[in-house]
């Protein structure tokens, strides 16, 4: 599979990590947002994460250029005619990934594989909303895309052998990560055991047995985790944890899946993580804790 060119649908920050990554790999990506000034902020944070790898001589300025000038800033969905793997990776809402999916699925060659990064959202519904459902997979990257080593490759009802076979090679061959094959389920892997363990913490903070932060040390330190539950989900975002564990609770129907009220709380509050500078803890501008 020759694949020189990527686009990336919806630059939040798993966007922001797959367009860097996809740069970084040689690939050129072209990114597209909402709006301009979305646009050009997620941008910015690419620029900057980069900065950071310079400050920690995990990159050179010259390494820097060379991936900033891969990635394309585009305003519209047609330039994505132009790439041989699109991915979409906007918030989890289904009307809003049905009417990118029906788009793409019209401007681009049936030849174009058409993936999605969504962590809960059913393949087989996605790939129904296109007139090639065969070429629609799932490429569920794992937060943080640059330092995490797995995809999940999700496989649709109606995804074909050639489509999986070819993401597959895509993902190790590549950006050079480790695929796994999932059959289409709720959660699939890795976000059904996570967020099953973050609600579960949530339940012991809720019952007083330890902090947040001697839960996490506990975790990290017992168990080799590189953050506790509280930073994962505070690094994911509490709102798309909320949003994960309430779908699969209507999707299974059973109460492990059930949101904890402390969780719920939070995101009311506006306390969403490193996004807004406070969940469980306190993070400075550069998303590190304070």
């Not at 519209?76 to 029906?102: N, Y």
């Not at 953050?227 to 309430?246: K, S, T, Y």
């Not at 899946?257 to 969940?279: E, F, T």
Request: charged content about 25%.
């Amino acid at each position: 599979m020759t694949v020189r060119s990527v686009g990336v649908i919806g630059i939040g920050t798993m966007g922001q990590g797959i367009a860097e990554m996809l740069a970084f790999n040689g690939l050129d990506v072209y990114v597209v947002e909402q709006n301009d000034e979305k646009l050009a902020a997620s941008i910015a944070l690419i620029e900057q994460s980069l900065d950071k790898q310079i400050e920690k001589w995990a990159l050179t300025l010259a390494e820097k250029k060379l991936v900033m000038n891969r990635i394309h800033p585009v305003k519209r969905l047609s330039a994505m005619s132009e790439c041989q793997l699109v991915i979409e990776t906007i918030t989890e809402d289904l009307e809003s990934k049905r009417v990118i999916f029906e788009e793409l699925d019209r401007i681009c060659d049936a030849s174009i594989i058409l993936a999605s990064n969504t962590s809960t959202l059913s393949m087989t519904e996605l790939a129904g909303m296109t007139k090639n459902p065969e070429r629609v997979i799932g490429m569920h990257f794992v937060y943080p895309v640059m330092k995490t080593g797995l995809v999940e490759i999700v496989r649709g009802l109606k995804t074909s052998e050639e489509t999986f076979t070819k993401t597959k090679y895509f993902v190790e061959n590549i950006i050079h990560k480790k695929g796994v094959m999932v059959f289409e389920s709720p959660g699939f892997v890795t976000t059904r055991l996570i967020c099953l363990l973050i609600n579960e913490a949530l339940h012991v903070l809720e019952e007083g047995v330890a902090s947040a932060d001697d839960i996490d040390s506990a975790m990290r330190i017992g168990y080799s985790f590189q953050n506790g539950p509280f930073e994962m989900a505070d690094r994911f975002g509490l709102d798309a944890v909320l949003a994960a564990l309430e779908r699969m609770f209507r999707e299974y129907g059973e109460l492990k899946y059930r949101p904890s009220i402390v969780l719920k709380k939070m995101v009311r509050a506006g306390h969403l993580g490193v996004k807004s500078g406070i969940g469980f803890f306190k993070y400075d501008k550069d998303g590190d804790r304070v």
